[in-house]
């Protein structure tokens, strides 16, 4: 019996994916819900399991193409070489160069066609497959930076030598990983490449094409310092639930936007456009790189399902289990680097969303209160602001009211 794999629908607003990897070798036995491929979307990069048993016969979809929802990228059998008669005359063994042909299995699309037989592929001369292994430039400088011999590397994949093959090579020569450790390295080395990429991508795309604009603010943080410390030990004695200055910050976000339904908005091709929900996201760090999770309906949330909801995304993040539907939408974004040593910072928005507000860490500073110079706990926050959905006194107006929120926290608990 034969299995068509398709690029799936990971989230609700995901129309095409592109595959980055794949993580068993052709003609190999793949079981269903083992990880199969690691596609990329426009907001992350995510392992997909096997929805089917079977050898991996045939892949539809060469590394690096991005290709619509539904689009047939590889073929399972219960047989090992088993693949639709279609696909067989025109099938390419491993041993052949990939050549792209034109297929529509489920959507028209330029696609690269690959077989291969395990047994071939592993009996073929020393010299064939040196002889048929590109190399990219950067893997070739650092290859001759680190004194390496590139006919000893062999891809990890496919037929070109990349970057991070060399990087696999060093370590195994120096002997300091074990076999296990190696390994898992290697797929964290794979999976935050693939996620600075993402990251890189949005960005730029983000700066260059929101006007930003940037407000600033000192906020007198005494309050907020003693209410968290209060509700935090209250907290710890009843479910022992992390209760931290994100939480704060992020209930404060949320009445804001609801207090002020034109911030809740983006811009498309037809204008500014309002959002029906507020849903806030923040910025999380992980091993593989800088995700944003989500949390909806953020406004009907009280502050401490808020935070619930906050330490349960973070977990995921974490331990990579996070799903596109939690990284999708948002009204705006949270990014606190205060933990970090950092006083204040300008982030760039992360689209589409019109504004990101920015928290540094909460320190003792001089500041004048009642007319008098005092040393008291402040914060500064920044919020950066698409100009296109938001004008300067709009968003002060906004900015204004987090920063009350933050100064007589007790509105936080409304």
């Given at each position: 019996?034969?299995?068509?794999?398709?690029?799936?629908?990971?989230?609700?607003?995901?129309?095409?994916?592109?595959?980055?990897?794949?993580?068993?070798?052709m003609?190999g036995?793949?079981?269903?819900?083992?990880?199969?491929?690691?596609?990329?979307?426009d907001?992350a990069?995510?392992?997909?399991?096997?929805?089917?048993?079977?050898?991996?016969?045939?892949?539809?979809?060469?590394?690096?193409?991005?290709?619509?929802?539904?689009?047939?990228?590889?073929?399972?059998?219960?047989?090992?070489?088993?693949?639709?008669?279609?696909?067989?005359?025109?099938?390419?063994?491993l041993?052949?160069?990939a050549?792209?042909?034109?297929?529509?299995?489920?959507?028209?699309?330029?696609?690269?066609?690959?077989?291969?037989?395990?047994?071939?592929?592993d009996?073929?001369?020393?010299?064939?497959?040196?002889?048929?292994?590109?190399v990219?430039?950067r893997?070739?400088?650092?290859?001759?930076?680190l004194?390496?011999d590139?006919?000893?590397?062999?891809?990890?994949?496919?037929h070109?030598?990349?970057?991070?093959?060399?990087?696999?090579?060093?370590?195994s020569?120096?002997?300091?990983?074990?076999?296990a450790?190696?390994?898992?390295?290697?797929?964290?080395?794979?999976?935050?490449?693939?996620t600075?990429?993402?990251?890189?991508?949005?960005?730029?795309?983000?700066?260059?094409?929101?006007?930003?604009?940037?407000?600033?603010?000192?906020?007198?943080a005494?309050?907020?310092?003693?209410?968290?410390?209060?509700?935090?030990?209250?907290?710890?004695?009843?479910?022992?639930?992390?209760?931290?200055?994100?939480?704060?910050?992020?209930?404060?976000?949320?009445?804001?936007?609801?207090?002020?339904?034109d911030?809740?908005?983006y811009?498309?091709?037809?204008?500014?456009?309002?959002?029906?929900?507020?849903?806030?996201g923040?910025?999380?760090?992980?091993?593989?790189?800088?995700?944003?999770?989500?949390?909806?309906?953020?406004?009907?949330?009280n502050?401490f399902?808020l935070?619930?909801?906050?330490?349960?995304?973070?977990?995921?993040?974490?331990?990579?289990?996070?799903?596109?539907?939690?990284?999708?939408?948002?009204?705006?974004?949270?990014?606190?680097?205060?933990?970090?040593?950092?006083?204040?910072?300008?982030?760039?928005?992360?689209?589409?969303?019109?504004?990101?507000?920015?928290?540094?860490?909460?320190?003792?500073?001089?500041t004048?209160?009642?007319?008098?110079?005092?040393?008291?706990?402040?914060?500064?926050?920044?919020?950066s602001?698409?100009?296109r959905?938001?004008?300067?006194?709009?968003?002060?107006?906004?900015?204004?009211?987090?920063?009350k929120?933050?100064?007589?926290?007790?509105?936080l608990?409304?």
């Amino acid at each position: 019996m034969i299995y068509e794999v398709v690029m799936p629908q990971l989230g609700l607003t995901m129309e095409e994916g592109t595959v980055v990897s794949w993580q068993k070798q052709m003609g190999g036995w793949v079981e269903k819900g083992e990880i199969l491929f690691t596609l990329e979307t426009d907001k992350a990069a995510m392992e997909v399991e096997a929805a089917d048993s079977g050898y991996l016969n045939l892949t539809l979809v060469e590394i690096g193409r991005t290709v619509s929802v539904g689009t047939v990228i590889a073929i399972l059998g219960d047989q090992p070489g088993e693949v639709p008669s279609e696909l067989q005359a025109t099938a390419l063994p491993l041993t052949s160069s990939a050549v792209a042909r034109e297929t529509t299995p489920r959507a028209s699309r330029s696609l690269a066609l690959q077989v291969s037989d395990a047994s071939d592929h592993d009996a073929r001369p020393e010299s064939l497959q040196t002889e048929q292994i590109a190399v990219s430039p950067r893997a070739r400088h650092l290859a001759d930076k680190l004194g390496i011999d590139i006919s000893s590397v062999k891809p990890k994949r496919g037929h070109r030598i990349v970057e991070k093959d060399i990087l696999r090579f060093e370590e195994s020569r120096k002997g300091t990983l074990g076999t296990a450790q190696a390994k898992q390295v290697e797929g964290s080395v794979d999976r935050a490449f693939v996620t600075r990429n993402i990251v890189a991508r949005r960005m730029t795309e983000s700066f260059q094409k929101a006007p930003h604009f940037y407000l600033g603010v000192a906020v007198n943080a005494t309050e907020l310092v003693n209410f968290r410390e209060h509700l935090r030990k209250d907290l710890d004695q009843h479910n022992g639930q992390r209760f931290t200055y994100t939480d704060l910050f992020l209930r404060a976000l949320s009445i804001a936007l609801k207090e002020h339904p034109d911030v809740n908005a983006y811009w498309d091709t037809e204008g500014v456009r309002l959002r029906d929900s507020i849903d806030v996201g923040f910025a999380v760090g992980t091993p593989d790189g800088l995700v944003v999770p989500v949390i909806r309906k953020a406004d009907q949330l009280n502050l401490f399902d808020l935070a619930r909801q906050r330490n349960a995304l973070t977990e995921k993040a974490k331990s990579g289990k996070l799903h596109l539907q939690d990284l999708e939408g948002g009204s705006a974004t949270l990014s606190n680097l205060g933990s970090y040593g950092v006083d204040w910072f300008q982030a760039i928005l992360n689209p589409p969303q019109s504004i990101i507000l920015a928290t540094g860490q909460i320190a003792k500073r001089a500041t004048v209160v009642n007319d008098s110079i005092c040393v008291c706990p402040t914060v500064v926050l920044s919020l950066s602001v698409d100009h296109r959905v938001l004008d300067g006194v709009a968003a002060a107006h906004f900015l204004s009211r987090v920063k009350k929120l933050i100064e007589d926290p007790r509105a936080l608990l409304l």
